[in-house]
């Protein structure tokens, strides 16, 4: 390599001497209201984040400076908080019922059952109306007749569970393992039986469509 290649090379971490000192974080700034305000629409350009989410991620930041900037008033940054998500709110970059959605959304198609994406929502701090809405919605927007069967099948797909295994040997084997994978989840007794007695999946894929079994 040439010193003027060298010299063009992009250095990376790796590059650095063994030896050389742990390189030291910057301290935080002092929080205003223009600083949060960049940081929120930093972190919602990156995140879905519902509003309480979003409070305490701002919250964290305050308390970091404080601990730096002694004259930092932390109920006047409380106050800048509530004020700056109203107006994420009124301007539509802050939505409970759209972040709801869309996270509940993506975690039926990873195959969550309803509890699990409930829970996962009230760790967001959305309300019960909001997540109670949001789970009707899931129910009818997914074909068949009960959701958490369609997600129990899809969990099933994924980590080869039940009929998705390669022998009734294997099936037979791994059952107890299986349908505590299931309970992990959040699914009843009932709907893991269903998904680990399927005959094959053809037969899981009719009963989650709430077709008739063929006799």
Same mark, same amino acid.
């Given at each position: 390599?040439? %010193? @003027? @290649? ?7 971490? /790796?590059?650095? %001497? ?11 700034? +002092? ?7 960049? !940081?929120?629409?930093?972190?919602? @350009?990156?995140?879905? $984040? /519902? =509003?309480?989410?979003? &409070? ?10 404080? &601990? ?8 006047? !940054?409380?106050?800048?908080?509530? #004020?700056?998500?109203? +107006? *994420? ?23 969550? /059952? ?8 009230? !760790? ?14 899931? #129910?009818?927007? =997914?074909?068949? %007749? ?9 969990? $099933?797909?994924? +980590?080869? *569970?039940?009929?998705?295994?390669? /022998?009734?040997?294997?099936? #037979?084997?791994? &059952? @107890?393992?299986? *349908?505590?994978?299931? !309970?992990?989840?959040?699914?009843? %007794? ?13 037969? *899981?894929? #009719? ?9």
């Amino acid at each position: 390599m040439t %010193p @003027q @290649q060298d010299r063009t090379r992009p250095h990376r971490a /790796s590059d650095r %001497p063994a030896d050389a000192p742990p390189r030291t974080r910057r301290p935080p700034r +002092k929080v205003t209201p223009t600083s949060l305000e960049n !940081a929120a629409v930093f972190y919602l @350009q990156r995140y879905s $984040a /519902s =509003t309480e989410r979003l &409070r305490r991620v701002l919250a964290r930041r305050v308390e970091r400076s404080a &601990r730096m900037h002694p004259d930092v008033d932390r109920a006047e !940054a409380a106050a800048w908080i509530d #004020a700056l998500l109203a +107006k *994420l709110q009124r301007l539509g970059l802050l939505d409970d019922v759209r972040h709801a959605e869309t996270k509940a959304g993506a975690l039926f198609r990873r195959g969550e /059952s309803r509890r699990a994406i409930a829970a996962r929502l009230r !760790a967001e701090g959305l309300d019960r109306d909001t997540i109670g809405d949001t789970l009707d919605g899931l #129910a009818d927007d =997914t074909p068949g %007749p009960d959701p958490d069967l369609a997600a129990a099948a899809t969990l $099933a797909r994924r +980590k080869r *569970l039940g009929p998705y295994r390669l /022998s009734d040997d294997d099936r #037979a084997t791994h &059952r @107890q393992r299986d *349908l505590a994978a299931l !309970a992990r989840k959040g699914f009843s %007794p009932s709907v893991a039986l269903t998904v680990l007695d399927a005959a094959d999946v053809d037969a *899981l894929d #009719a009963l989650v469509a709430g077709d008739e079994p063929e006799i």
